[in-house]
């Protein structure tokens, strides 16, 4: 299975100053259709996963423009340009090129 | 906007069985994989089972294989995860996830829990 490694797994944020998690898959998460399927997910606390970025830098619609996705190959970035509260909870990366698709373990971000 | 409810959810005994059900809409449900994703308690997610548009072809992580089997009914826009032979490490938060464009993912719904104890 691809392991999906995440850094940090724990992310003091500051409001109104730039954060960034790093996502690290074991294989390249290059597909064959030519895309590469890595998804970014938010998780608040009692709520499910939302999507946010996907095919590595395609930002969801109503997602603020504060949140980028950037990466290729094996490496993987989510640049989030001004914390606010809102932003809270805890990030996943999550690779959809090999079968079982898996997730990183998790980054949580606390103001 | 993508509604997934599930459902079906309980407290059983290690060995027993148990079917989740998950009532889609807001999308063309027949033209659509769809997923189980699970969350143990304080933990991370995990993929479980995928299922074609069209029911033809299935897959499931490792550790669920042979006791897990996902279906689905068309007509009633229902997703299902028969779940036999339960174990303890079963225990978690069961999401049905619509896969709305090519590997694109939603969690259109918060889950239901299963927790399997003696």
């Known amino acids: 299975d691809v392991v999906m490694t995440q850094s940090p797994l724990s992310l003091p944020g500051t409001l109104g100053q730039p954060a960034s998690i790093s996502c690290r898959s074991s294989?390249?998460?290059?597909?064959?259709?030519?895309?590469?399927?890595l998804t970014w997910f938010h998780q608040r606390p009692g709520q499910s996963p939302r999507r946010l970025i996907y095919?590595?830098?395609n930002r969801d619609s109503g997602v603020p423009d504060r949140f980028t996705g950037s990466g290729s190959g094996t490496d993987f970035t989510l640049k989030i340009s001004r914390v606010e509260a809102e932003d809270v909870g805890v990030y996943y990366c999550?690779?959809?090129?090999?079968?079982?698709?898996?997730f990183g373990q998790g980054t949580k971000l606390e103001i | 906007q993508v509604q997934l409810v599930e459902s079906g959810g309980d407290v059983v005994q290690p060995g027993r069985s148990l079917r989740l059900s998950c009532a889609a809409s807001g999308f063309t449900f027949s033209n659509h994989a769809m997923h189980w994703v699970r969350q143990a308690p304080g933990q991370g997610l995990e993929w479980v089972a995928v299922i074609s548009y069209d029911g033809s072809y299935k897959d499931y992580v490792d550790s669920v294989k042979g006791r897990f089997t996902i279906s689905r009914d068309n007509s009633k826009s229902t997703l299902f995860l028969q779940m036999n032979s339960l174990r303890a490490e079963d225990t978690a938060l069961y999401y049905c996830?619509?896969?709305?464009?090519?590997?694109?993912?939603?969690?259109g719904g918060q889950g239901t829990r299963v927790t399997v104890s003696s």
């Open positions: 095919k590595v830098s």
């Open positions: 996830v619509g896969e709305v464009g090519p590997k694109k993912f939603d969690f």
């Open positions: 294989q390249s998460l290059l597909y064959s259709d030519g895309n590469t399927y």
């Open positions: 999550m690779q959809g090129s090999h079968w079982p698709y898996t």
